[in-house]
C-alpha cells in the first residue's frame, strides 16, 4: 500500500464531524449599540462584537456563544467575507463537535459555523469554532449590526463539556458587551478581537476575497490540462500522460475491498468524453469495489486547481443508502506523525451522509498534519448541507496567504496561511464506501462519480471565469492533453 492510500486511511476514518452545522430560524434585523470598537482596516472597514452565554456554569451539556456583529466601520460590509473565531480548549484530542444555530435575527440558514484546529495550542484553546456568512445574509451598512446570533456547540457523543477553561469563555457575561476575546476579520484582515498567543491571524497582501487573480512569477503559469479522452483503463495514453489507475489494496474505505481499475471507463456524452469512476457493493467487503486514479508525478504545489465533477445522490442500481465519498483532492505523504510538511486539499462529497452526519453533506478542508494513534488533527474545514447531485465546476487556488475553494464561481470556504502547502503533491480522484453499515443488504447496488476534465495551473490564481476561458480556449484549439508543470 502506498504512502499516501496510508495516510488517506487515517485522516479519513477519524474525521468523523469535526464541523457539524444546523440551520433554523428567522426574523428581521434589529441594531444595538455597542460601547467600543477595534482599530478599522485602513480602507475604513470596521467590526465590533459583543458577547453574552446562557450556559453560564463551569461545565454544561454545550457551550453557548451569543453573538452581535456591528460595522463600526464608514463602508458597506459583504457579510460573506466575515468571520468570527470564538476560541475554546477540547475535551480530549479525539473530541468532535456539532455547531447549531437556535435563533437568529437575520435568520439561523445564512449562518455557518465550522470547527478548526490551532496551530499553536494555548492552555486555554487548541481549537475554534469559525462562525460565517453565505450570500444570503447580504450586507451590513455603517453603524448597523446583525442583531442576535443564538449559537451554541456540544461534544457530538454529547458528553459534558467543560468551558471554564475555554479562552472565549466568561461565565460572568450575561448581558451583551463588546468582547475583544472573539476575533473578527474581513476577507482575512483582522479588525476586532486578539486570538490566544501565537495564533494571530495572517492578513494576506490585499483585504479582497476572494484572491486578486495575479500573474505568475518566472517560472509560473505552466498548465496541467487533461480533457479524459481516452477509450479504457488500458489505453497506453492515460499511462502515458501520467495517471495511475489503482490496483492496489489497503484503506480508505471497507476492510477487504478492492481498488479496480476496470471499474474506470471513458463514456461519451454529446461528443465529449468523461471519465466515469464505478464503485460497486453487495454488502460484503470481498464484493465491494473501489476506484481511484492519481497523477503518478507529485509535483504540484501553489496555484490554481480545477475540475468539472459529477457527483450523483443515487446507485445507478441496486438499493440506496450506502455511506460514499465522491472526491477530488490533492496530498502528499506523511513521513512521521505530526510531520509540519504534510499537505492535502479535499473537495469530498458524502450523498448518504457518514461520519456522523445523517444526509448528504459536501466538505473541503484543508489539512495542516495529523498523528494517527493517538488521533490528532490541525485542519480547517468548510461544508454545505445539501444535495449536490449533478455537474459541479470546483476550484481551488493556493497563494502564499490563503487557500480557497470555489464551487459553482462562488466562494465555498477561504482557509488560512497556517495550512499552505510545505512540498508538492499529487492530484487524485476517487469514490469509496466509508462502511457497509449505512445500507446492509447483499443486494448488489453501483454508484458513479464522473469527471469531465482537470486543470492546473502552476504558480498563478486565476478566478473561476478565468478557468472557463482558459478550458474553453484549450478546447478550441484541439487540446485533449498538455503537461507543461516541470516535475519537483
Known amino acids: 500500500m502506498s504512502t499516501r492510500s496510508t495516510s488517506r486511511t487515517t485522516s479519513r476514518s477519524t474525521r468523523a464531524a469535526l464541523a ?17 470598537a477595534s482599530a478599522s482596516a485602513a480602507s475604513g472597514d470596521g467590526l465590533a462584537v459583543q458577547y453574552r452565554t446562557s450556559a453560564a456554569g463551569a461545565t454544561a451539556d454545550q457551550t453557548e456563544p451569543w453573538l452581535k456583529l456591528r460595522n463600526t466601520g464608514s463602508t458597506t460590509v459583504q457579510l460573506i467575507q466575515v468571520k468570527i473565531r470564538y476560541y475554546f480548549k477540547a475535551d480530549s484530542p479525539t473530541a468532535t463537535y456539532r455547531f447549531a444555530c437556535s435563533w437568529a435575527v437575520k435568520g439561523c440558514s ?9 496551530a499553536n495550542p494555548t492552555p ?3 481549537r475554534y469554532l469559525e462562525i460565517g456568512f453565505t450570500p444570503g445574509a447580504g450586507t451590513l451598512a455603517p453603524g448597523a449590526d446583525t442583531g442576535d446570533m443564538q449559537l451554541r456547540f456540544y461534544q457530538s457523543t454529547w458528553q459534558t463539556l467543560t468551558q471554564s477553561d475555554d479562552y472565549s469563555f466568561s461565565g460572568t457575561q450575561l448581558a451583551y458587551a463588546d468582547w475583544t476575546k472573539v476575533t473578527a476579520q474581513i476577507a482575512g484582515t483582522n479588525v476586532w478581537g486578539t486570538a490566544p498567543a501565537g495564533n494571530e491571524p495572517t492578513d494576506p497582501p490585499t483585504p479582497t476575497d476572494p484572491p486578486t487573480p495575479t500573474d505568475p512569477p518566472t517560472g509560473g503559469g505552466q498548465t496541467l490540462f487533461d480533457d479524459f479522452s481516452y477509450t479504457s483503463h488500458t489505453d497506453p495514453a492515460l499511462a502515458g500522460h501520467g495517471w495511475n489507475v489503482r490496483s492496489n489494496s489497503g484503506g480508505p474505505g471497507v476492510p477487504g475491498a478492492t ?4 471499474k474506470v471507463t471513458f463514456v461519451n456524452q454529446s461528443g465529449n468524453t468523461v471519465m466515469n469512476l464505478e464503485t460497486s457493493s453487495a ?11 492519481l497523477t503518478k508525478a507529485t509535483k504540484f504545489k501553489n496555484g490554481t486547481y480545477a475540475a468539472r465533477v459529477k457527483f450523483s445522490d443515487a446507485p445507478k442500481y441496486g438499493p440506496d443508502g450506502d455511506r460514499i465519498v465522491q472526491t477530488f483532492f490533492t496530498i502528499n505523504d506523511l513521513k512521521a506523525p505530526m510531520a509540519d510538511d504534510y499537505a492535502e486539499y479535499d473537495f469530498e462529497y458524502l450523498p448518504n451522509g457518514g461520519w456522523g452526519e445523517p444526509a448528504n453533506i459536501l466538505y473541503t478542508t484543508s489539512w495542516e498534519t495529523y498523528n494517527p494513534d493517538p488521533w490528532q488533527a490541525v485542519n480547517q474545514h468548510s461544508e454545505s448541507r445539501q444535495s449536490f447531485a449533478g455537474w459541479h465546476d470546483l476550484v481551488v487556488t493556493i497563494d502564499d496567504s490563503r487557500i480557497t475553494y470555489y464551487i459553482d464561481g462562488a466562494v465555498f470556504g477561504t482557509h488560512d496561511a497556517a ?6 503533491m499529487s492530484i487524485n480522484f476517487n469514490q469509496w464506501l466509508i462502511d457497509l453499515n449505512g445500507q446492509p443488504s447483499t443486494t448488489p447496488r ?8 482537470v486543470l492546473h495551473v502552476k504558480d498563478q490564481v486565476l478566478t473561476p471565469a478565468q478557468v472557463t476561458a482558459k478550458i474553453a480556449a484549450l478546447r478550441s484549439a484541439g487540446t485533449t492533453f498538455v503537461d507543461e508543470v516541470p516535475a519537483s
Open 283 to 293: 454488502g460484503t467487503g470481498s464484493t465491494t469495489t473501489h476506484t481511484e486514479v
Open 124 to 126: 486555554t484553546a487548541d
Open 259 to 262: 481498488w479496480d481499475p476496470s
Open 419 to 424: 495550512y499552505l502547502p510545505e512540498r508538492p
Open 20 to 36: 457539524l452545522t444546523a440551520l433554523v430560524g428567522s426574523a428581521a434585523l434589529a441594531t444595538l449599540p455597542l460601547t467600543t
Open 110 to 118: 445564512v449562518i455557518t459555523g465550522t470547527f478548526g484546529t490551532l
Open 446 to 453: 453501483a454508484y458513479d462519480q464522473q469527471v469531465d476534465y
